[in-house]
């Protein structure tokens, strides 16, 4: 493997586990090009449906990895000198494009030390199989836009709700993220009546102590347009790790 840069130490305040995880998405294999600002690496090993992946971070240092074959169709070489832009220019002439970019947020070492010593208040629990009433008639009252958006389900590996009056009016849920990684990504979803009462911090906050309390590291994603799921993450104490693209599946590569 080629000498690499320490690209994302750039943020030491995550935890190992969330720099190792990306450290070893972008930069195993060869890498073609690397400065303090961009790097790009060749990796057959990639997925088929991660072909191409670009992972800026929130210091603005940008990483790129792709396979060798596309990495032939786009037309890169050893020799090229090449930056974010151009990167970018040869992927939209060879048809490649990329999925909108969702942002990535991760508690940082000192926000997840203070939200394990906190008692959140107020109707939190765990919800499971047995309160599959409940949670369908909360479900019910929801959109299906917001219900596809926010993808929590009573199936997954966690879910917490909260109640108001005896009734769930916001949910999240978790599900491992990676075979094989503690990376627990959440979705979550408040009843559009009762937006902006805090139920929906309290609920992620929840959620994610119990995450860790099994050796998961939570993570919150959202596209760059959903400014109300961007603000939440910050509400609940997440810190942006950097902005994350891969290939769209319309792509006609």
């Given at each position: 493997?080629?000498?690499?840069?320490?690209?994302?130490?750039?943020?030491?305040?995550?935890?190992?586990?969330i720099?190792?995880?990306?450290?070893?998405?972008?930069?195993?294999?060869?890498?073609?090009?690397?400065?303090?600002?961009?790097?790009?690496?060749?990796?057959?090993?990639?997925?088929?449906d991660?072909?191409?992946?670009?992972?800026?971070?929130?210091?603005?240092?940008?990483?790129?990895?792709?396979?060798?074959?596309?990495?032939?169709k786009?037309?890169?070489?050893?020799?090229?000198?090449?930056?974010?832009?151009?990167?970018r220019?040869?992927?939209?002439e060879?048809?490649v494009?990329?999925?909108?970019?969702?942002?990535?947020?991760?508690?940082?070492?000192?926000?997840?030390?203070?939200?394990?010593?906190?008692?959140?208040?107020?109707?939190?629990r765990?919800?499971?199989?047995?309160d599959?009433?409940v949670?369908?008639e909360?479900?019910?009252?929801?959109?299906?836009?917001?219900?596809?958006?926010?993808?929590?389900e009573?199936?997954?590996?966690a879910?917490f709700?909260?109640f108001?009056?005896?009734?769930?009016?916001?949910?999240?849920?978790?599900?491992?993220?990676?075979?094989?990684?503690?990376?627990?990504?959440?979705?979550?979803?408040?009843l559009?009546?009762?937006r902006?009462?805090?139920h929906?911090?309290?609920?992620?906050?929840?959620?994610?102590k119990?995450?860790?309390?099994?050796?998961?590291?939570?993570?919150?994603?959202?596209?760059?347009d959903?400014?109300?799921?961007?603000?939440?993450?910050?509400a609940?104490?997440?810190?942006?790790?950097?902005?994350?693209?891969?290939?769209?599946?319309?792509?006609?590569d």
């Amino acid at each position: 493997m080629t000498n690499q840069t320490n690209q994302v130490s750039s943020m030491p305040l995550f935890s190992q586990t969330i720099t190792d995880f990306w450290r070893e998405q972008f930069l195993t294999g060869d890498v073609l090009c690397s400065d303090e600002a961009f790097t790009v690496t060749i990796n057959p090993e990639l997925d088929e449906d991660s072909r191409v992946m670009v992972l800026e971070t929130s210091d603005g240092r940008v990483m790129t990895v792709l396979t060798p074959s596309l990495a032939d169709k786009v037309g890169l070489s050893q020799q090229q000198d090449l930056s974010e832009s151009i990167f970018r220019q040869k992927l939209s002439e060879a048809g490649v494009t990329l999925h909108g970019a969702d942002y990535l947020f991760y508690f940082s070492e000192a926000d997840k030390n203070v939200m394990l010593q906190e008692n959140l208040e107020g109707d939190l629990r765990r919800l499971t199989e047995q309160d599959e009433v409940v949670f369908s008639e909360f479900e019910s009252f929801a959109s299906e836009q917001d219900l596809d958006d926010a993808y929590v389900e009573l199936d997954h590996w966690a879910v917490f709700g909260s109640f108001e009056q005896n009734r769930l009016v916001c949910a999240a849920s978790m599900y491992p993220w990676e075979q094989g990684r503690q990376i627990a990504d959440l979705g979550v979803l408040t009843l559009t009546s009762f937006r902006g009462k805090g139920h929906a911090s309290k609920v992620v906050r929840s959620i994610c102590k119990y995450a860790y309390g099994q050796g998961y590291e939570p993570q919150y994603r959202c596209q760059l347009d959903n400014h109300a799921s961007t603000a939440l993450a910050k509400a609940a104490g997440f810190t942006l790790f950097g902005k994350w693209e891969v290939i769209s599946p319309d792509s006609i590569d």
